[in-house]
Structure formats: C-alpha cells, structure tokens
C-alpha cells in the first residue's frame, strides 16, 4: 500500500558528502514514521536515523551522530538523508523505510560507495 523509491547513491571520496532522497507514494496518510536503514552484505542491518511525520523528531545511530541530518518535506512526500564527512566505512546499501499504522514498509535500497 506504501511505496519507497530511494536516490542519490554514488561513489564519493572520503570526507565527501551525499544526499539521499526517499520519495513515497501509495497510502500516504497511514505513514507515521520514516527513516533510514543500512546494510553490508554477509552482515546485519545497521539503524541510520528516523524522522516523525508530524512532529519532525528525530534519532540517529551512534555511528553517524554530528555527520547525518534527517529531514523531510511533507508536501513533497520525501525524507532526506544529508550525510557529511563520509567515511569508508559508510559504504553501504541505504534502504528507505516507512511505518505506518499497520505495516512497515522498505525501499529497494540505493549503493553509497566512499572510497579512501
């Protein structure tokens, strides 16, 4: 009921910077919170940070805490992920996700690569 298509990925150096958008489309009323997820492959999910709708709270990981801005446009129905200082351990697939009353819902992810 709920899409997520996440862009902006790509190759950075390290120190870089990338912004991430997570565009929503379906139910869109039923969407409560949304955020960020990040995984290497072999390894487990990694929580980045997340966002309410309503209010505009926030919380991040302690990995990106002082380098990660979440931010969203409800008009626009689409979550930001500005992330600075990037470093090589960023790298990662960054998967949109959103929860809604009854359901969660993820993204196809997009690939963030820093090089050194």
């Known amino acids: 009921q709920v899409q997520l298509v996440e862009t902006g990925g790509g190759l950075v150096q390290a120190g870089g910077s990338l912004r991430l958008s997570c565009a929503a489309s379906g139910r869109l009323a039923s969407i409560n919170v949304m955020g960020w997820y990040r995984r290497v492959p072999g390894k487990q999910r990694e929580f980045v940070a997340t966002i309410t709708m309503v209010a505009g709270s926030t919380n991040y990981g302690d990995s990106v805490k002082g380098r990660f801005t979440i931010s969203r446009d409800n008009a626009k129905n689409t979550v930001y992920l500005q992330m600075n200082s990037l470093k090589p351990e960023d790298t990662a697939v960054y998967y949109c996700?959103?929860?809604?009353?009854?359901?969660?819902?993820w993204g196809q992810g997009t690939q963030v690569t820093v090089s050194s």
């Open positions: 996700y959103a929860q809604a009353d009854f359901s969660d819902y």
